[in-house]
């Protein structure tokens, strides 16, 4: 076996490096692990139009290779970053820079985070929902699999830095890769939505026309990013005294 070895060590000596590097990487990456499917949710940033403007997330499709948005090397890929890392004129430079879809990673209790960051955090979802985003941005909450995910992505960061193209190719050879696939279609404008609206009466005692009438009124207005998500939820609630 270790006669073999030499023989092959040999034989690559009498090649120039960026031959024996192309000679050597399809062995590398046939051998390398492939790991099995991970399924986990996520959410679709809200998509709407008002008064003949487009906002939020425009599409839906991934079928994309995974990467940190700090990277240098975005162009047809999914950036993955966590909701802190964020902010609109970034994704607006990554976006011109080719980035293709976007995963947020949110904290996994949403009510335990400081006042400080639940401020941001709300800002930041204004400018979202008052945006037209080209690209498909996804939300899912941070878990175990999705940090170690995002660790693991981010050392592929290397690669695009390298100093010379040996180490560059050594580096993508050598990192973990992920692909994100949704399984989401692209969204079809509804024309003809119904508004449900809940009415009810509870008459008092006495005659009915001489009673004092009274008006509870709420309304649920929720203008978050994604449907599950209370923490950037307003409520309004409204109560009218008529005589």
């Given amino acids: 076996m270790l006669g073999g070895t030499q023989d092959i060590l040999e034989f690559f000596k009498g090649f120039p490096i960026p ?27 809200h998509q709407y139009d008002m008064h003949g403007s487009k906002y939020g997330s425009q599409s839906a499709t991934v079928n994309l290779e995974a990467r940190p948005i700090s990277s240098n090397n975005v162009a047809r890929r999914c950036g993955v970053a966590k909701m802190s890392e ?28 400081a006042e400080e960051e639940r401020n941001y955090y709300q800002q930041l979802e204004v400018k979202f929902l008052e945006t037209e985003i080209p690209i498909p941005v996804y939300f899912a909450y941070e878990s175990e699999d999705l940090l170690d995910l995002y660790q693991k992505i981010s050392a592929s960061v290397t690669g695009d830095t390298a100093s010379s193209a040996t180490k560059a190719l050594t580096t993508v050879a050598s990192a973990n890769a992920y692909h994100f696939v949704s399984s989401a279609s692209e969204s079809k404008q509804l024309s003809d939505f ?21 008006a509870l009124v709420a309304h649920y207005d ?18 009218s005294l008529h005589n």
């Fill in 194 to 214: 119904p508004i449900i609206s809940l009415q009810g009466k509870l008459s008092g005692h006495g005659l009915e026309d001489q009673l004092p009438t009274i």
């Fill in 222 to 239: 929720s203008t978050g990013m994604i449907p599950v998500s209370i923490l950037f939820t307003n409520f309004s609630i409204t109560v």
């Fill in 86 to 113: 964020l902010n609109v004129e970034r994704l607006k430079v990554k976006i011109n820079d080719g980035l293709s879809a976007l995963l947020v990673l949110l904290p996994h209790n949403l009510h335990e985070i």
């Fill in 19 to 45: 031959v024996c590097l192309l000679l050597f990487l399809p062995f590398v990456l046939l051998n390398s692990p492939v790991y099995g499917i991970q399924e986990f949710p996520v959410f679709r940033l």
